[in-house]
């Protein structure tokens, strides 16, 4: 077991090292001759090198001087800053005569910078006179609130260190202003500081535009310099290169770091800092330690062949650090350590680590790492603690993640003004009483003179607002923000997640994914990318394509390349496509030479520009022209409305082959498309149809049968090609199947499952089915994560967010990365033999689940990850198999019609045992299809040894107690619509809806009790209610929704769907995503025929008696109460409104359900794991 941070250990509350110019002064009088500081030469200037003795007394002039004019303890000393050897001669000076020191970038606009000198109040102003010469003089509106405004003790506005060392500052009243000081250069001025002492003051985003000032002290400055120096063997003969923004935190670390050590500090000239030529300067001046932010480690390395042999450690801090731009450091600085270094401005340091040894130590150090590198461990006296969410008062373990606290002696003192925001943020340890530590204090004091400025021991906690969990080592690993995820068209998005699938392309070199709103306030997903130059003409040469002249276009402050990348973003959207749900696949990229950096050398995400749409348009080439002329007068009606609808789209580049998703469209813009086409061409085209013909001439060949008055075509062999497929499809069956006999399964001997789509709707609660049963195991299949820990961490947050979540379930659950769209369901050899070795059942409940994609899209999610889990019983241990199947294969006029013909005639409805073969043509959704076809497969091998069910549910509902409700689910998403039309249709079919927890018991009931060979289970609901007895609940709890005529309210639908903005989700109808469901005859569409369920009965009676004890054979249905439980939940987690009419009052559902969706964002479907 690894040994995590103690929350109640001492932390050396009162190891003060001393004041940072105190420590510096004395390394000057040690070592005067040594070089301190150097500058390289730039363009203009030489290089220039300075002692400590000229560093020192240069800093004792200026200290001397504020403390002279009047600047004492708290007094706050603004310097107009420049990367120069002034800038670490001010920062020195300030702190050594007890003021606080904070910095002014030039590079800011002025309103920004009025907003910094208003929230902090200099007492004294510093103007570097190298800032003056490259920026000018303040801009007339900070100058006037300088001279209007402020207070100043003192301006030093022309700061100059001569070649010889010899500081000047301009003349005042033609008089020398260091004059009175310069006799006492060699010496401080008689000032205290201590451990509480605020030498610095740092800026960090705030709210409504207005930074939040942070406040550091004294001791944390210091206190982590020695451990660092002994961890890192970091020492005096070290050589320090000045790389952070001169605004930024970190630049008082790259200042700092090496005065303490009495090393050397490298400062490069502007021009040295940019691509390809930084790492040059690297190899030139032979720094061994730097600090970073990954954004200026992208500038090191981007485009660059110099090597820097000499570079023994680069420390990263400021956000997060990929292992891809680790491997290019590691090959051109191959004797470079990688630290990675976790903190925040209110922690005054960086106070975590997580060291990569070099690439000549270990070339195989990023083999074991995921695609983010861990924040680590927490430094000397420093901890980083892993909080529940859920209770504050808990610890998380190895692989729980929670909420990051840091727990140090040297957190900053807080938010200068904000006292409420302090109280939120810096927070008394809660872990143990703090009078433990002040008792101690008391009795070790020696009266040390700096005591007059210490509050004495406060064991404060910072919350960082980041979530993160241990890993096996004890390391921690940041996951992201709580407040990280996006929402569109009613999808939950992590933005982190979409840029480490773009990272993962070789030609993209860096990039950043954003939220941005159009002109019409749509939300979008923007991707900026930035291209590899290299591997995108090694592209360019395989595609036997040539490159296209483009020096790009100016916005803002970035080159944005409107026409030369523009193939680039297809094979990006495509690599996305291959990794991403479809919603998370962003609409728009946007090419950029660079990615902006602000001052901090942080991406300045407000200057990535957003073009108006028609700036991003590609223009028509001579060729598109005569394309377009060629095209029919329906093709060229078409293609307008594709540039109406996808943005940046011109419609004169569309050619007759081009295909609406590849030109940017998705499933909603295809609900759009098919009403804008009614209104304009006067047809009616159903969405499968354009889903089967998704080319401008496919589609437009259809229009025009419709408008001849002919139907659309249909490609008969398209129509047989599941049949087809089943028929290739079991050849490749093994010829024999082992199975498991469930009677050696019992409570006493425990069962292990391997389920998949566990953390979809349904999934969810066969986990808690699962294991509420004893003696039992899990092993679960997740996709899309980095790793074992990741997986298991989204498991917990989605039976949290479904209120199921037990901790006695963590020690039984294990998983394992996997993906459906891949061979052998994309495990890896050694999660493969796992499942075969150690599996008793098999439960196979995750599908790829689209109403409108083809059968032969979806075949190698639902068909061929079928087949692979059969394989997998038939290795190893012997096993039963649990498919979750659906009624949808049932969706034939056949079944219909013999439901009601067995009806009339009193001998019931559908038996289990009927062979399907009704259903071998005539199904209309490629959903249906690849069920149906795994449905024979699972019943074939079934014949040929295999043991288990095929389980067939129809509409799955909201859970029988707790209200919980799937928004995706087309009943749901039916009440929703009708609450916004203000009118629900009268439609009489009966609806086979059951309660989400009914169906999960009948499922592992049927995995853990099968009749011999591979059976057929229904679920079906006692009783059915009828959907218009569904939908009358709506005006039962109140809801203004009369009935009326079908056809009426089809009208009201489609015109409440013409007046709405595609993607503004929550103003448009609940069924946009399902338009062509509701608007295609549901009188005729919803009729579903009567199931036999006699397989159902025996399965979980034989259930009752074997392992639960508790008979639910009767089966269940949903009951009015039922309906208004999931109205609750609906409600309270702002699906839709509460009801504001006459009615009876919504029943209660149990407290912290509601609350636990919003929290852990779940909810939809899900299951395709």
């Known amino acids: 077991m690894v040994d995590l941070p103690d929350p109640t250990i001492d932390l050396d509350w009162s190891g003060y090292v001393g004041a940072i110019h105190e420590i510096f002064h004395k390394n000057a009088q040690a070592h005067p001759d040594r070089p301190c500081v150097t500058e390289t030469k730039s363009q203009t200037t030489p290089t220039r090198t300075f002692t400590y003795r000229q560093i020192s007394e240069a800093s004792n002039t200026i200290a001397n001087h504020l403390h002279d004019a009047g600047i004492t303890n708290g007094d706050v000393v603004m310097i107009f800053a420049h990367r120069s050897v002034e800038l670490v001669c001010a920062f020195m000076g300030t702190l050594a005569a007890g003021a606080t020191v904070t910095v002014l970038d030039p590079l800011y606009p002025p309103q920004r910078q009025q907003i910094y000198l208003e929230v902090s109040q200099p007492k004294a102003l510093i103007s570097i006179g190298k800032a003056v010469d490259e920026n000018g003089p303040l801009a007339p509106v900070v100058q006037k609130y300088i001279d209007e405004e402020l207070s100043l003790k003192t301006q030093l506005p022309n700061l100059r260190l001569s070649d010889a060392g010899v500081l000047s500052s301009g003349e005042q009243d033609t008089e020398d202003l260091f004059a009175s000081v310069r006799a006492k250069a060699s010496s401080l001025p008689d000032v205290i500081v201590g451990p509480d002492s605020n030498p610095t003051l740092s800026y960090t985003s705030g709210s409504e535009g207005k930074p939040k000032a942070v406040l550091g002290r004294h001791y944390g400055l210091t206190r982590y310099f020695p451990w660092m120096a002994e961890r890192f063997h970091l020492s005096s003969e070290s050589i320090f290169a000045c790389l952070s923004g001169i605004a930024h935190d970190p630049i008082q670390r790259d200042i700092m770091t090496p005065l303490f050590l009495g090393a050397q500090l490298l400062i490069p000239a502007k021009e040295d800092i940019q691509h390809e030529k930084l790492s040059e300067w690297m190899n030139i001046w032979s720094p061994t330690v730097t600090h970073l932010t990954p954004a200026m480690g992208q500038i090191l390395v981007g485009g660059a062949t110099a090597k820097f042999p000499s570079l023994k450690h680069v420390f990263f801090v400021g956000d997060i650090l990929t292992t891809r731009d680790c491997k290019v450091l590691r090959k051109l600085g191959p004797s470079c350590a990688i630290v990675n270094m976790y903190g925040t401005t209110e922690t005054s340091r960086a106070v975590s680590y997580f060291e990569i040894p070099s690439a000549e130590a270990d070339p195989t150090a990023l083999d074991s790492l995921g695609d983010v590198v861990p924040a680590g461990w927490g430094m000397h006296n420093v901890q980083v603690l892993v909080v529940s969410r859920e209770d504050h008062n808990k610890m998380c373990g190895v692989a729980e993640v929670g909420e990051l606290y840091i727990r140090a002696a040297g957190l900053a003192e807080g938010y200068l003004g904000e006292p409420e925001k302090n109280k939120e943020k810096f927070i008394e340890n809660w872990f143990v009483d703090n009078a433990k530590w002040v008792e101690a204090d008391k009795a070790n004091a020696k009266g040390e003179s700096w005591r007059q400025y210490y509050q004495g021991p406060r064991d404060r906690l910072y919350r960082t607002g980041d979530l993160g969990q241990y890993l096996p080592s004890g390391a921690v690993q940041v996951s992201g923000r709580i407040d990280s995820q996006v929402k569109i068209r009613g999808f939950r998005i992590e933005l982190n997640e979409i840029d480490a699938n773009l990272g993962g392309s070789p030609l993209i070199r860096d990039c950043k994914t954003l939220v941005r709103r159009d002109r019409n306030e749509e939300p979008n997903l923007v991707s900026y990318i930035v291209p590899e130059i290299a591997e995108w003409k090694r592209w360019l040469e395989a595609q036997n394509q040539e490159d296209v002249e483009d020096e790009g ?171 087809k497929s089943l028929d290739e499809l079991i050849n490749t069956l093994d010829t024999k199947y082992q199975s498991a006999d469930p009677e050696e399964l019992s409570p006493s001997a425990g069962a292990t499952f391997f389920l998949t789509g566990a953390t979809g709707f349904l999934g969810a609660y066969l986990v808690q089915d699962i294991l509420s049963r004893p003696n039992t195991k899990l092993l679960v299949h997740i996709r899309g994560v980095k790793d074992t820990s990741a997986a298991k961490e989204r498991l917990t947050r989605s039976l949290k967010g479904y209120a199921l979540w037990q901790d006695s379930w963590a020690d039984r659950i294990d998983c394992v990365l996997g993906d459906l769209s891949k061979p052998r369901l994309g495990l890896d050899d050694a999660s493969w033999k796992q499942v075969a070795e150690t599996a008793d059942v098999i439960v196979h409940n995750a599908a790829y689940v689209h109403w409108i994609a083809r059968y032969e899209q979806m075949m190698r999610s639902n068909v061929l990850s079928t087949i692979d889990a059969m394989k997998l019983c038939n290795e190893g241990k012997p096993k039963i198999l649990s498919f979750v199947s659906s009624t949808s294969t049932l969706d034939t006029e056949h079944y219909v019609n013999l439901s009601d013909k067995e009806t009339a005639t009193g001998r019931g409805a559908v038996l289990e045992e009927d062979d399907l073969q009704g259903s071998r043509l005539g199904l209309g959704t490629g959903y249906g299809q690849t069920k149906w076809v795994s449905e024979q497969l699972v019943r074939e091998a079934g014949k040929r040894g295999l043991r288990g069910a095929v389980i067939r549910p129809g509409y799955i509902l909201g859970s029988r107690h707790g209200g919980v409700s799937n928004t995706d689910d087309f009943l749901i998403r039916l009440c929703k619509g009708c609450v916004q039309l203000k009118a629900r249709p009268r439609i009489v079919n009966s609806v086979n809806a059951v309660p989400v927890d009914h169906v999960a018991h009948v499922v592992i009931a049927a995995a853990l009790n099968p009749l011999p060979g591979v059976n057929v289970v229904h679920v079906t609901a006692h009783p059915r209610l009828r959907m218009n007895e569904f939908l009358s609940t709506l005006s039962y709890y109140g809801y203004d929704v009369p009935e009326v005529d079908y056809e009426e309210w089809k009208t009201q639908l489609e015109e409440f769907v013409s007046a709405g903005a595609v993607e503004k989700d929550q103003e448009q109808s609940a069924l946009m995503p399902l338009f062509h469901m509701a608007t295609s005859d549901l009188p005729s569409t919803t009729r579903a025929p009567e199931l036999d369920d006699r397989n159902a009965v025996a399965v979980l009676k034989a259930d009752a008696e074997r392992w639960t004890g508790v008979d639910d054979s009767a089966g269940e249905g949903i009951t009015r109460e039922d309906i208004g439980r999931y109205l609750r939940f609906l409600a309270e987690t702002k699906f839709m409104p509460l009801p504001t009419g006459r009615g009876r009052e919504l029943p209660p559902i149990p407290a912290g359900v509601a609350e636990a969706q919003a929290q852990f964002g779940v909810g939809g479907r899900g299951g395709a794991a």
Not at 679 to 691: E, F, R, S, W
Request: charged share 25%.
């Open 553 to 723: 276009v100016e916005m803002g402050s970035s080159v944005v390349y409107l026409k030369r990348f523009r193939r680039i973003q297809a094979e990006v959207r495509d690599h996305l496509k291959a990794r991403l749900p479809v919603y998370a696949v962003p609409s728009t990229y946007i090419v950029l030479q660079k990615l902006p950096l602000n001052p901090n050398g942080k991406v300045d995400t407000p200057a990535l520009p957003f073009p108006d749409t028609t700036e991003m348009m590609e223009d028509a080439s001579e060729e598109d022209l005569k394309s377009w002329e060629a095209l029919s007068e329906t093709e060229k009606t078409v293609a307008a409305q594709w540039a109406t609808l996808i943005k940046g789209l011109n419609e004169k580049t569309i050619k007759s082959e081009s295909d609406f998703f590849d030109c940017g469209g998705h499933s909603l813009l295809a609900q759009q498309l098919l009403l804008n086409i009614r209104k304009n061409l006067g047809v009616d085209i159903t969405i499968g149809v354009l889903y089967a013909n998704p080319t401008l001439s496919a589609l437009s060949s259809q229009i025009d049968r419709l408008k001849s008055g002919q139907e659309p075509t249909v490609d008969k062999a398209a129509e047989a090609v599941y049949a």
